[in-house]
């Protein structure tokens, strides 16, 4: 017998089941409606609905054409300041959400913190202090512990986006991800999509496994016992340690980078072991649908994760498209976040 | 000494496991009397109506965490002195984890020192197993039982090396000592802030295996069997962990176990958007663990619940919850928290001060913990039923640290009693 202990609110809700997504605005419609998404920050996956989701997707859709016109520029951050808050490296995501930010005509500044404060006994509170003197309006933050853009996003006064978080979420990651599939595949619900390598310490495959899950797709997650997270299966997902097993007719193959660090025979014996049982190479792709694409999300090792020649195959290989659907997913959601600053700071001056 | 008359009190009385309306009369710090029906007033005894409130033997928390030496804003002994009076907490059995560690009887002098001193409770200083809690060399552990330690613990540090540890379990078995060891299997635990299981997986933390707890109380079991000596396990935490302490207690092995209140009352979900105060060592577990754990007090198998009470302050919990400090004050919520367990209908009252008072009080040979003649007026009178929602800042620990910030509770201490002198009163008995 279970008495009845209290559960908190933020119990119920990590019980709770998603809701239902809705099949309205699949595709772009061409109107834009900043409403439906009511967020003040982008700090997961998790709290996004379904149709959250669409929106931000359905403004990318936008911004992918506006990148592709001669002259890329618009004024929907015109006077708002940006920070980049890189506490561990990064050249891509960081550039991306510059680049994001400069042709929405924001003023971008980019700050590598991890070198910097944090040496000198720093706490993450006190960096949120010094920002809230600085009046940023989107703050782009990235740190190699799991919640510490969730603890940043409480102390400061202006729109958080979470740009990785140790192994928790990489939300723009996973909304990139999933304007790749819906526009190679036109939809995102009903495909059949394998997630393949380190699982455990991933948290593209986190975001991704939350997005692909709300949105009611089919995941499989492939890789060696050692680096699947605990009781992963409770996410509504089907494991697999044999890749041929689990990309057998995948709408979807999605490789995850193995870190240097994780190669060392601590959770794999060698390198090329993993690329013999887990590379993404020719013939164990044939066992996926015959006009499923490849993804990464970079930076690629080839020949540790993938094949080169899957890698640079123009027919499969959509990476290069994932590299611009960034851009305009973080566009859309800097556009969506600072739509509701901006409403919410009209709000507080009435 | 002053003599005492309680009135129309409910006592708890954990030996015989009942609760009974009647009265108790107390004599130069001693329980003098107890019994219902009507009794007489004695000489120059100042009468104490209870009102029906419950009368109950004071807590002996083994594992408080002082920060003296080393750490004084975090707490001192006259902070955390008050706390316990205001918790019902009649004894302070204090952690050897300071700075440094009290590991030297010189050391352990100052500590008895500032206890006596600034502390209105009764305060028991631990001393370290090994010096500087670094599982190398045993401290000297007979000069520091002379000195008064009254168990000897490295707290969470396990001592790795299987040799010292026997050596140190073997010598201390000479002296009589009890030793107090965190069951943990560290290779695997390492680096861990939570427990592995589908919510470590969805927040990416780093979890350690329950399985681990087990582990580490396998080996000690193996080296309590090799060496005879005196063991108390400070915290089982975890359902496959019992199997192995039963087994251990059927084998007649002179081991116990104890439980934090957290352990009894939260549980891993309870971190939600990564709260640092309920990163606690070992981390939160899941729900079945803490039901089984919570039916191992009832049973008796575990022996002892403790606070475990450790004060953190703003800037080392203010941090991602990898990085942040473990730990959380209880002495004032160990009470309110325990009355959780009671009126959840888990635990009765007899059974929470048996594993609260009566037990730790066995275990370390004192007369405390009961309420019968003889015994120590050590008491706490408390309403189980008052509720209230819980604010940090009220709290009379210097660290705030709480995992029941803005929580409803039920039941307070009303009074507090040591040697029959009051240490607290709650200002309106409401």
């Given at each position: 017998m ?15 089941r998603?809701?239902?997504p ?9 109107e ?8 003040r ?5 998790e709290?996004?609905?379904?149709s959250?989701i669409q ?9 992918v054409d506006l990148n592709?016109?001669?002259t890329?520029?618009s004024?929907?951050l015109?006077?708002?300041?940006q920070i980049?808050m890189?506490?561990?490296a990064?050249t891509r995501?960081?550039a ?6 400069k042709?929405l ?8 913190m ?6 000198k006994g720093e706490?993450?509170?006190?960096t949120a202090?010094?920002l809230n003197?600085m ?8 740190h190699p512990?799991?919640g510490a853009?969730?603890?940043l996003a409480?102390k ?5 986006l979470?740009a990785g ?5 990489h ?13 190679k595949?036109?939809r995102?619900?009903r495909l059949?999509?394998a997630?393949c ?5 991933s ?6 496994i ?5 949105m ?5 997650l ?14 509504g997902?089907?494991?697999?340690d044999?890749?041929a097993?689990g ?5 979807v193959v999605?490789?995850?980078r193995l870190q240097k660090?994780?190669?060392?025979g601590g959770?794999?014996?060698s390198e090329r072991e993993y ?5 993404l ?5 044939a066992?996926?649908?015959d ?5 990464h999300p970079g930076?690629?090792n ?6 080169g ?8 290989s959509?990476i ?10 973080r566009m859309?959601?800097m ?5 509701n ?8 001056a009435a | 000494?002053t003599?005492?008359l309680f009135e129309?009190a409910r ?7 009942t ?10 710090g001693?329980?003098?009397?107890t019994?219902t029906?009507?009794t007489e007033l ?10 029906g ?7 002996v928390d083994i594992?408080?965490k002082?920060?003296e ?5 975090k ?5 955390a002195?008050l706390?316990a009076a205001?918790?019902?907490v009649?004894?302070?059995v204090?952690r ?6 009290t590991?030297?009887?010189e050391?352990l002098?100052?500590v008895?020192r ?16 090994t ?6 060399e045993m ?6 039982m002379d ?7 490295d ?8 040799k010292?540890?026997a050596?140190?379990l073997?010598?201390a078995?000479?002296?009589?000592a009890?030793v107090i060891?965190?069951?943990q299997?560290p290779g ?8 592995s299981?589908?919510f470590a997986?969805?927040r990416?933390?780093p979890a350690?295996s329950?399985m681990?707890?087990r582990m580490?109380?396998?080996?000690d ?5 090799m060496t005879?000596a005196r063991y108390h396990?400070?915290q089982?935490t975890?359902?496959?962990?019992l199997?192995?302490?039963e087994r251990a207690?059927k084998n ?7 439980v934090?209140i957290?352990?009894l009352?939260?549980n891993e979900?309870d971190?939600a958007d990564?709260r ?5 060592k070992?981390?939160l577990?899941s729900e079945d663990d803490?039901?089984?754990?919570v039916?191992a007090?009832?049973s008796g198998l575990i022996?002892i619940?403790s606070?475990m009470?450790t004060?953190?302050?703003?800037e080392s919990?203010?941090?991602?919850f ?7 004050v ?5 009470l ?15 059974q929470l ?6 037990n730790?009080a066995?275990?370390?040979?004192l007369?405390?913990?009961?309420i019968?003649?003889g015994a ?15 604010d940090r800042s009220?709290l009379?620990?210097?660290?705030k ?12 201490v009303l ?5 029959g002198?009051?240490?607290y009163?709650r200002?309106?008995?409401a």
């Amino acid at each position: 017998m279970r008495p009845n202990y209290p559960r908190t609110r933020a119990t119920e809700t990590l019980l709770a089941r998603p809701p239902l997504p809705s099949y309205k605005a699949e595709t772009g419609t061409g109107e834009h409606t900043h409403m439906s998404f009511a967020h003040r920050h982008l700090l997961g996956i998790e709290p996004l609905s379904p149709s959250d989701i669409q929106s931000i997707l359905d403004l990318a859709d936008t911004y992918v054409d506006l990148n592709r016109q001669p002259t890329k520029h618009s004024d929907a951050l015109a006077g708002l300041t940006q920070i980049n808050m890189f506490f561990e490296a990064s050249t891509r995501t960081q550039a991306s959400f510059e680049l994001a930010g400069k042709r929405l005509g924001a003023d971008v500044m980019n700050m590598a913190m991890q070198a910097s404060s944090l040496k000198k006994g720093e706490t993450l509170i006190d960096t949120a202090l010094t920002l809230n003197a600085m009046h940023p309006d989107l703050l782009v933050v990235r740190h190699p512990h799991s919640g510490a853009v969730d603890l940043l996003a409480q102390k400061v006064n202006c729109a958080v986006l979470n740009a990785g978080d140790g192994r928790h979420e990489h939300p723009t990651q996973a909304l990139l991800d999933a304007l790749t599939i819906r526009r190679k595949k036109g939809r995102l619900h009903r495909l059949n999509i394998a997630i393949c390598g380190d699982i455990a310490h991933s948290r593209v495959a986190r975001s991704n496994i939350l997005l692909l899950g709300k949105m009611e797709s089919r995941i499989r997650l492939i890789g060696p016992p050692t680096l699947m997270p605990a009781q992963i299966a409770e996410f509504g997902v089907e494991v697999y340690d044999d890749m041929a097993e689990g990309l057998k007719d995948v709408d979807v193959v999605m490789m995850l980078r193995l870190q240097k660090e994780r190669m060392d025979g601590g959770f794999i014996p060698s390198e090329r072991e993993y690329f013999y049982r887990y590379g993404l190479d020719a013939e164990k792709l044939a066992n996926a649908k015959d006009d499923a694409i490849v993804m990464h999300p970079g930076p690629m090792n080839r020949g540790v994760e993938i094949d080169g020649e899957i890698a640079d195959d123009i027919n499969r290989s959509v990476i290069q498209e994932q590299v611009e659907m960034g851009v305009a997913v973080r566009m859309a959601a800097m556009d969506l976040l600072a739509h509701n600053l901006r409403a919410a700071r009209a709000g507080d001056a009435a | 000494m002053t003599a005492l008359l309680f009135e129309n009190a409910r006592l708890i009385d954990p030996e015989a496991g009942t609760v009974t309306t009647g009265w108790l009369h107390v004599r130069d710090g001693v329980i003098a009397a107890t019994g219902t029906g009507p009794t007489e007033l004695g000489q120059g005894e100042t009468v104490i109506d209870c009102n029906g409130k419950y009368l109950a033997p004071g807590i002996v928390d083994i594992g408080v965490k002082v920060c003296e030496p080393g750490e004084r804003h975090k707490e001192s002994y006259r902070s955390a002195g008050l706390a316990a009076a205001a918790g019902g907490v009649t004894t302070m059995v204090t952690r050897p984890d300071t700075t440094p560690a009290t590991d030297t009887p010189e050391t352990l002098e100052f500590v008895r020192r500032r206890a006596n001193e600034a502390a209105p409770v009764n305060v028991l200083p631990m001393a370290a197993l090994t010096k500087g809690r670094e599982g190398r060399e045993m401290t000297e552990i007979g000069f520091l039982m002379d000195a008064g330690a009254v168990a000897f613990t490295d707290c969470d540090h396990v001592v790795r090396d299987t040799k010292v540890f026997a050596r140190a379990l073997t010598y201390a078995r000479s002296c009589g000592a009890l030793v107090i060891a965190h069951p943990q299997e560290p290779g695997l635990s390492a680096g861990a802030a939570a427990t592995s299981g589908k919510f470590a997986s969805l927040r990416g933390l780093p979890a350690v295996s329950p399985m681990a707890e087990r582990m580490g109380l396998d080996r000690d079991v193996a080296l309590i069997e090799m060496t005879g000596a005196r063991y108390h396990a400070d915290q089982i935490t975890t359902a496959r962990a019992l199997p192995a302490l039963e087994r251990a207690k059927k084998n007649g092995f002179d081991i116990t176990a104890g439980v934090s209140i957290h352990h009894l009352t939260l549980n891993e979900l309870d971190v939600a958007d990564y709260r640092t105060f309920f990163k606690v060592k070992p981390p939160l577990r899941s729900e079945d663990d803490r039901m089984a754990v919570v039916e191992a007090v009832g049973s008796g198998l575990i022996d002892i619940i403790s606070s475990m009470h450790t004060p953190q302050d703003e800037e080392s919990k203010r941090l991602p919850f990898e990085e942040a400090a473990s730990g959380a004050v209880a002495l004032e919520t160990l009470l309110p928290a325990a009355m959780r367990l009671y009126h959840a209908g888990q635990l009765d009252l007899p059974q929470l001060f048996r594993a609260m008072a009566l037990n730790p009080a066995k275990r370390l040979g004192l007369p405390s913990g009961r309420i019968t003649a003889g015994a120590p007026a050590d008491l706490v009178l408390f309403d189980p039923d008052v509720p209230f929602i819980l604010d940090r800042s009220t709290l009379l620990s210097k660290s705030k640290n709480t995992p029941f910030d803005g929580q409803r509770m039920q039941g307070r201490v009303l009074a507090t009693y040591v040697a029959g002198q009051s240490v607290y009163e709650r200002s309106s008995h409401a």
